[in-house]
């Protein structure tokens, strides 16, 4: 057992060793190379560099200095370990970065396939009919105008007259909207054309004012309030060309560029009985008028479009548009008094140029029937906020009037009455429902 126990001393100890390099130093001053394999109380055997055994006695030893060259060894072993591990760091890094690379790849080249399928999608080449009639409101600025005016009449004048008509300006109207709509790829162009008709009653109130002006001391002067009965029917047209661009092509939501040019043309026609009793100086008051109106406007509008199609059937379109327009009016009325007998016919016109600038919101919300056929429903809103520019009055009232000063104050007036008295608007909203059709190329 003891054998054993030296035996495996003895086994370690050369293990040991023999992974390490020592150095022997003799009394004589040599000194030797090698390692350790085995060593005893009398001597010490080494292997030396050269690969052959020599056994040194103690006695002769000066002394054994063990790890010198193991150090070293030890050391050009880390240094081989370092630069192994640093090798396989970068060639990590570098499969690391490469594999990156091809997933960064792998990920363009994905969006540039999904990207090209949305264009595929996105691609269209259609024209699209519709057709759609519903009702709503309507309001030209020639009716309120037209009451600043008498207001001015009767302030800037001996005699004259002014109505309050207490019916809103604003008209209840059936509309109905043709649409032609053309798209390629990108671009689209439409043509729009809305026509409203509405009717509406002009009941109220009219102050009369009579007097000569001349300076007379026969001269006269007397009041009436009458009571207006009447109606009248308005119609409101507009035409819209569009071109729009697609920026950003995508097949579920496409967003556009707009711009095109409008024309609108509002127009009324109106009857208005004027009642009362015979005034204290014996005037009749009693007349009745027939009043004419119209006003083009044209100019330009620009905006945004567009179109989000959801739970495959369902689409909402929609503009929202800046609208410039200018353009005149004309008034004319045909007012028939009982003043004299029979009857005497008064002429007055009015023809002002306005500029309009406003507003337009369209939002219609379709649905697929069949194929190509689908159903909507749209709602419109546009409101134009005139600004007075300039114009006259016209007057033919058995000759003319040969008072300067009342020429001068019915032609100047209203331009200092309008700003204070009226807030002109251009109005014309509706709710539509109808269809559409598309052919497809």
Request: overall charge positive.
């Amino acid at each position: 057992m003891k054998k054993v126990i030296n035996l495996l001393f003895l086994v370690i100890l050369f293990t040991n060793l023999s992974l390490r390099s020592e150095t022997i130093q003799l009394k004589s001053g040599e000194k030797w190379e090698g390692s350790v394999l085995a060593q005893d109380k009398d001597s010490v055997t080494m292997k030396l560099t050269d690969g052959s055994i020599k056994v040194f006695s103690k006695s002769v030893v000066r002394k054994v200095s063990f790890g010198k060259k193991s150090e070293s060894s030890s050391l050009k072993i880390e240094t081989q370990i370092s630069e192994k591990e640093k090798k396989r760091k970068e060639e990590k890094e570098l499969v690391e970065k490469q594999k990156q690379e091809e997933e960064d790849l792998k990920a363009k080249e994905t969006d540039q396939k999904n990207r090209e399928e949305q264009l595929s999608n996105a691609k269209r080449h259609y024209l699209e009919g519709s057709l759609g009639v519903g009702s709503g409101e309507s309001q030209s600025e020639l009716r309120p105008f037209f009451q600043s005016i008498q207001y001015a009449g009767l302030l800037f004048s001996s005699s004259g007259q002014a109505e309050v008509q207490t019916t809103p300006y604003k008209n209840k109207n059936h509309s109905g909207t043709t649409r032609l709509f053309y798209a390629w790829d990108r671009f689209t162009f439409e043509i729009r054309g809305t026509e409203a008709k509405g009717k509406f009653d002009s009941s109220g109130f009219q102050t009369l004012s009579y007097g000569s002006g001349g300076g007379s001391s026969s001269s006269t002067s007397d009041k009436s309030t009458n009571v207006l009965m009447g109606n009248g029917e308005t119609k409101f047209q507009k035409v819209s060309t569009r071109i729009g661009f697609t920026p950003y092509p995508h097949p579920v939501l496409d967003l556009q560029i707009l711009g095109g040019v409008e024309r609108i043309w509002t127009k009324s026609n109106q009857e208005v009985d004027s009642l009362g009793g015979i005034t204290a100086t014996g005037i009749n008051p009693n007349r009745v008028s027939y009043r004419d109106t119209s006003n083009p406007l044209r100019g330009y509008s620009v905006g945004i479009g567009y179109e989000w199609k959801f739970l495959e059937r369902f689409s909402l379109q929609g503009q929202i548009l800046y609208l410039d327009m200018q353009g005149p009016s004309s008034f004319r009325t045909n007012e028939f008094s009982f003043e004299a007998t029979p009857f005497k016919l008064r002429q007055f016109g009015l023809d002002y140029q306005w500029k309009s600038t406003g507003t337009e919101i369209n939002m219609k919300l379709s649905t697929k029937i069949k194929g190509d056929l689908s159903l909507f429903i749209e709602a419109s809103n546009m409101t134009l906020n005139n600004k007075l520019q300039s114009g006259y009055i016209t007057e033919n009232d058995g000759g003319g009037n040969s008072d300067p000063s009342q020429i001068l104050a019915k032609v100047f007036a209203p331009q200092i009455l309008i700003p204070i008295l009226l807030d002109s608007k251009t109005i014309l909203t509706y709710v539509q429902v109808g269809a559409n059709y598309r052919f497809n190329f």
